[in-house]
């Protein structure tokens, strides 16, 4: 069974940093290409982030060009988002999803980020 | 970028009965058309992908058609299960989008 699981958020001043984790599981990892999704409070989903299979190529929404890192760890089977410089309109839950190979076949349960003083 | 439109809204619609979602994009996008389905406090959940094929474990009364620009979802005899929020999505181009979604409500 797909398993993924976030983990990192919570809250944090305007201008700092967070970075989550995604843990995958009962999968081959190092197969697949990762994105991370987000969805602010009532809203819908954005596209923040996509990682290919060997973590050669990387993707980012304009929103988060230059502020976000996506990166993986195949031996460890897990996926990460360095968040920096993050604004209140970052504010969002915090989806991973694996390609499938382009669509988002299979969804975590999400991790929340509160950018707030 | 692709910006994805849905339609309608709200959708009302009593058990039993169809519903039809809409959903348009800015340019074409072939047929690299994805459907989710939301429940409050939920992740979003795979249908739909290549616009007409059904996601592992998805009910038949799901369908989907479409290509190009122009899609539709239908759900042909709403289960109370099947009320949520639907969203239609791109992955075509960089940066894949999503429409603002459908909520599917009971009449």
């Known amino acids: 069974e797909v398993q993924l699981l976030e983990s990192g958020g919570g809250l944090v001043q305007p201008g700092g940093s967070l970075r989550l984790s995604c843990a995958a599981s009962?999968?081959?990892?190092?197969?697949?290409?990762m994105t991370w999704v987000r969805q602010a409070p009532g809203k819908g989903l954005e596209c923040v982030s996509s990682?290919?299979?060997?973590?050669?190529?990387?993707l980012y929404a304009d929103s988060v060009k230059g502020r976000f890192t996506v990166s993986r760890d195949n031996s460890k089977n897990t996926l990460f988002l360095q968040m920096n410089t993050l604004r209140a309109e970052d504010t969002a839950v915090y989806y991973c999803?694996?390609?499938?190979?382009?669509?988002?076949?299979?969804w975590g349960q999400g991790t929340l980020v509160t950018v707030s003083s | 970028e692709i910006v994805m439109t849905q339609s309608p809204a709200t959708l009302s619609v009593s058990p039993g009965e169809g519903a039809t979602l809409s959903c348009r994009a800015s340019?074409?996008?072939?047929?690299?058309l994805a459907w989710y389905q939301q429940k409050p406090g939920q992740a979003p959940r795979l249908l739909i992908y290549?616009?007409?094929t059904r996601a592992t474990g998805i009910p038949a009364r799901f369908s989907g058609s479409g290509s190009g620009t122009e899609f539709t979802l239908t759900i042909s005899s709403l289960q109370s299960e099947d009320f949520a929020v639907y969203y239609c999505?791109?992955?075509?181009?960089?940066?894949?989008?999503f429409g603002q979604g459908t909520k599917v409500e009971i009449k």
């Open positions: 999803a694996r390609a499938g190979p382009y669509y988002l076949a299979y």
């Open positions: 009962g999968f081959t990892f190092s197969s697949y290409a």
């Open positions: 990682i290919s299979d060997t973590g050669g190529s990387t």
């Open positions: 340019q074409s996008v072939s047929s690299n």
């Open positions: 290549g616009a007409s």
């Open positions: 999505q791109q992955y075509n181009n960089w940066p894949r989008t």
